[in-house]
C-alpha cells in the first residue's frame, strides 16, 4: 500500500533554510487526483498545514508561510519537497508529508495517508 | 486564516458519548463539506477518522461519527473506550486549495 516517508536534517541553525523530502513507495505520485502536502505540529500544539503541490507543480501555500515557503516535486525520483527560508526556534517542530485527495473517489480535501513524521529543531 | 477552534480538552467516563467542536467561520467550515478529524496518539502521526463532514474511511470504528451546523463542526464518539485516549484534531478546506486546522483536543478516558 502507499507509504511516505520523511528525511531530512533533524537540527537547523537560526536564519538558514529547513529542507525536507518525502519519498513515495507503493503509489504513483503522477497521480491526477491527489494533491501531496506538508503539516507541522509544534511541540505541544495543534496542526499546521504548510502547502500543497499538484504533480504538474502547481502549489498552494498557507498564507502566514507564503513569503518562506517552496514545495516542488520531482517525479522520477518519487519524492516531493519542503524548503522553508530564514528558520527560527518557531519553525521547531514534527513535520509530517500526506497525501490529500482532490477528486472522487478519494476523501476530498482529507489527508488521508501519512508519513511517520520527522522532527527538525531550530537551534544554534 | 484563521486556525479553527475547538476545546483543549475534554473527558469522559468508559461507556459513555462525547462530542469534541470545531469552530470556523462562512470561509471554510460554514461554506465547505469538507470538513475532517483526525485522531492523533502520542508520538504517532495523525489517522483520518473522518472526511466530508459525516464519512468515515473504511476500517474506522461507528462509534465515531461526525456532523456540521452553521460554522461549526462536531465529532461525536460513543462507547468511549480507553483506546479512544488521543489528541484529535479537525481540518475544514477554506477554498483556493487551502486548508486549515483546529488547534487540537486531548480527550481523557476516566
Known amino acids: 500500500q502507499l507509504q511516505l516517508q520523511e528525511s531530512g536534517p533533524g537540527l537547523v541553525k537560526p536564519s538558514e533554510t529547513l529542507s525536507l523530502n518525502c519519498t513515495v513507495s507503493?503509489?504513483?505520485?503522477?497521480?491526477?487526483?491527489?494533491?501531496w502536502g506538508w503539516i507541522r505540529q509544534s511541540p505541544g500544539k495543534g496542526l499546521e498545514w504548510i502547502g500543497t503541490?499538484?504533480?504538474?507543480?502547481?502549489?498552494y501555500y498557507n498564507p502566514s508561510l507564503k513569503s518562506r515557503v517552496a514545495i516542488s516535486v520531482d517525479t522520477s525520483k518519487a519524492q516531493f519537497s519542503l524548503t522553508l527560508y530564514s528558520v527560527t526556534a518557531a519553525d521547531t517542530a514534527v513535520y509530517f508529508c500526506?497525501?490529500?485527495?482532490?477528486?472522487?473517489?478519494?476523501?476530498?480535501?482529507?489527508?488521508?495517508?501519512w508519513g511517520q513524521g520527522t522532527v527538525v529543531t531550530v537551534s544554534s | 486564516q484563521s486556525a479553527l477552534t475547538q476545546p483543549a480538552s475534554v473527558s469522559g467516563s468508559p461507556g459513555q458519548s462525547i462530542t469534541i467542536s470545531c469552530t470556523g467561520t462562512s470561509s471554510d467550515v460554514g461554506n465547505y463539506n469538507f470538513v475532517s478529524w483526525y485522531q492523533q496518539h502520542p508520538g504517532k502521526a495523525p489517522k483520518l477518522i473522518i472526511f466530508?463532514?459525516?464519512n468515515r474511511p473504511s476500517g474506522v470504528s461507528n462509534r465515531f461519527s461526525g456532523s456540521k451546523s452553521g460554522n461549526t463542526a462536531s465529532l461525536t464518539i460513543s462507547g468511549l473506550q480507553a483506546d479512544d485516549e488521543a489528541d484529535y484534531h479537525c481540518c475544514s478546506y477554506a477554498g483556493s486549495s487551502t486548508v486549515v486546522f483546529g488547534g487540537g483536543t486531548k480527550l481523557t478516558v476516566l
Open positions: 466530508e463532514v459525516t
Open positions: 500526506a497525501r490529500r485527495p482532490m477528486a472522487a473517489p478519494g476523501a476530498l480535501h482529507a489527508f488521508d495517508v
Open positions: 507503493g503509489g504513483s505520485l503522477s497521480s491526477t487526483i491527489y494533491y
Open positions: 503541490i499538484f504533480y504538474s507543480g502547481n502549489t
